[in-house]
């Protein structure tokens, strides 16, 4: 299957800091990608779709101003958390989707806000 | 109203078993549906896509019921390395969102 990246795997920030996670199609085009975030022992919540070259689109309930997503190229996109606090503390992944409509996950990163 | 929902289980069941999962969706114009396996602490990864006319790989058999909005999973002859959290996922298509259910648990036992 396709691969993809993301990076950090873990992060742990202070409160007020803000943090870049990178996601990355290793081995096709991604045009979309999804950021998604997920807490214990519960399902994955689309945070917002990442659409190469145009702004990415937010689920509703997610501030677009303190998740700040780029999608720079066609393998990249970007999740910034601003200005972070300890409830942001969560599992991140990113999924890219490919020409047959599969998405592939990235590993996820594990964000600890202290 | 979620948009997909799965029973999250567990199901407990011994090795050699055949144990099956529905998933059903909301939005009838969905458009494509998938089951994932999900690991502890993992991220989900693809076990198979669901066609229309349903489809077979091994042990695994996905079906997709549009009348109902629902989708299966059957596993036969349940291995130890099958316990996992099995997620189903639906795209709306032009919408180019995915939905994810909260899961279905599977244990299963020597």
């Known amino acids: 299957g396709a691969v993809v990246s993301q990076h950090p795997s873990r992060v742990i920030c202070k409160s007020g800091t803000s943090v870049k996670i990178e996601c990355r199609s290793l081995?096709?085009?991604?045009?979309?990608m999804f950021w998604y975030r997920q807490f214990p022992k519960q399902s994955l919540m689309l945070m917002a779709t990442s659409n190469e070259g145009s702004k990415a689109t937010y689920e509703q309930g997610v501030e677009k101003d303190k998740f700040l997503i780029n999608h720079a190229s066609l393998t990249l996109s970007t999740l910034t958390v601003t200005s972070a606090h300890p409830e942001d503390s969560s599992f991140y992944i990113c999924?890219?989707?490919?020409?047959?409509?599969?998405?592939?996950f990235g590993p996820g990163t594990r964000l600890t806000v202290t | 109203r979620k948009e997909v929902e799965q029973d999250p289980g567990p199901f407990n069941v011994p090795e050699g078993a055949t144990v099956a999962f529905n998933c059903t969706y909301s939005n009838s114009a969905s458009q494509s549906f998938f089951w994932y396996r999900q690991d502890c602490r993992k991220e989900p990864k693809l076990l198979m896509s669901v066609y229309s006319s349903g489809n077979e790989d091994g042990r695994f058999t996905a079906q997709l019921n549009r009348a109902s909005q629902y989708i299966s999973l059957l596993i036969r002859d349940s291995k130890l390395s099958d316990s996992a959290t099995y997620l189903c996922a639906v795209n709306e298509g032009d919408f180019n969102k995915f939905y994810f259910g909260s899961g279905t648990k599977l244990n299963v036992k020597p």
């Open positions: 081995d096709f085009q991604a045009t979309t």
């Open positions: 999924s890219a989707r490919d020409r047959h409509y599969e998405q592939y």
